[in-house]
């Protein structure tokens, strides 16, 4: 490697450190709600909840159900009206508040990786993957869904292993029909090939500390190519592998300035850009704004 590009590169990734501690030590909050050792759990939603501090949680997903109770829950950078019957959900590297205004009612279900990797079902991963898209499913017809969460509270109660057939099982039936009743449900119905591509592309990404704008990088990662993986991105999600990419890179770009104190100079060098002008005109190309406004 020529010297001049290798010093601009040891130069970057520098700066990039700097700004990843610059911005670790402004973290937000991060709540765990699981118990040491466990990868499962369900709960009722506290009905005591009214108005929560912006917060991350602990490498798990959650997977909310109210039935009742009224306000607004922030998502990101999005905010959803609480209409129950609706699902929430929540993924391991989005931040979220509520504002309750009313008595809530309903189930908390918290999963971790490990459940995951630990299923007996290797189709329960693809299901979780895909319903993870929508943040907020708004429900035409909830008892199924209703008495599927109270069926998972009861064998959560009794059983004694976590993996149990019966838990994954009632999971990826909850799963399956809320993904059914999303505006976008059909679009599951990609071939098993490039459904475990595109979800292995998800999964690194809201894995990665440091998200790239190179779709060449991530198919390197996931052995394939920069075509393959775009394929797999477009028969999944009818959306580009650079599409996918950018949302991830945006949403965590709107994270950081939003809820720190971060510079966008900052945030640029976080986020593996090489100067500061790049990624404000890379967020303004995407957002119609500045990080600024």
Same mark, same amino acid.
């Given at each position: ?20 501690? +610059? ?13 040491? #050792? ?10 005591? %909840? ?9 490498? @798990?997903?959650?997977?909310? @159900? ?9 998502? &990101? ?11 929430? %959900?929540?993924?391991? =590297?989005?931040? +979220? ?8 009612? #309903? ?22 993957? $895909? ?6 499913? @708004? ?24 993996? /149990? ?9 909850? *799963? !399956? ?12 119905? #990609? ?7 595109? &979800? !292995?592309?998800? =999964? +690194? ?14 198919? !390197? ?7 393959? *993986? ?15 990419? !950018? &949302?991830? %890179?945006?949403? =965590?770009?709107?994270?950081?300035? *939003?809820?720190?104190?971060? /510079? ?10 090489? &100067?500061?002008? +790049?990624?404000?005109? @890379?967020?303004? $190309?995407?957002? #119609? ?5």
């Amino acid at each position: 490697m020529p010297r001049n590009r290798q010093q601009r590169r040891q130069h970057a990734a520098v700066r990039i450190a700097a700004a990843k501690k +610059h911005t670790m030590n402004q973290q937000l909050r991060v709540k765990d709600k699981m118990e040491k #050792g466990k990868t499962f759990k369900i709960a009722p939603f506290k009905k005591e %909840i009214r108005k929560t501090e912006p917060h991350k949680h602990n490498n @798990y997903f959650e997977i909310i @159900y109210l039935s009742g109770g009224s306000g607004i829950h922030n998502i &990101d950078s999005r905010q959803f009206v609480i209409a129950p019957p609706v699902i929430y %959900i929540v993924r391991k =590297e989005q931040v +979220h508040h509520w504002e309750i205004t009313a008595e809530p009612e #309903g189930f908390v279900l918290i999963i971790k990786k490990e459940f995951i990797d630990n299923s007996l079902d290797k189709e329960l991963k693809n299901v979780l993957t $895909r319903t993870s898209i929508f943040p907020c499913v @708004y429900l035409k017809d909830d008892v199924l869904i209703r008495n599927i969460f109270g069926l998972l509270q009861q064998e959560f109660i009794t059983c004694e292993h976590e993996n /149990s057939p019966v838990i994954e099982g009632l999971l990826k039936a909850l *799963l !399956a029909k809320v993904l059914e009743q999303s505006s976008d449900g059909q679009r599951a119905t #990609g071939s098993k090939i490039h459904a475990s591509l595109y &979800d !292995a592309f998800l =999964e +690194h990404l809201s894995q990665d500390q440091l998200l790239r704008n190179n779709v060449s990088y991530y198919a !390197a990662i996931l052995i394939t190519t920069p075509q393959n *993986l775009n394929a797999a991105c477009r028969k999944a999600a009818n959306q580009s592998a650079a599409h996918v990419l !950018a &949302d991830f %890179i945006i949403s =965590e770009a709107k994270r950081l300035l *939003l809820y720190t104190d971060s /510079s966008v100079l900052s945030i640029a060098y976080l986020l593996a850009f090489s &100067d500061s002008s +790049h990624f404000v005109k @890379y967020f303004k $190309r995407h957002t #119609g704004q500045t990080p600024n406004a």
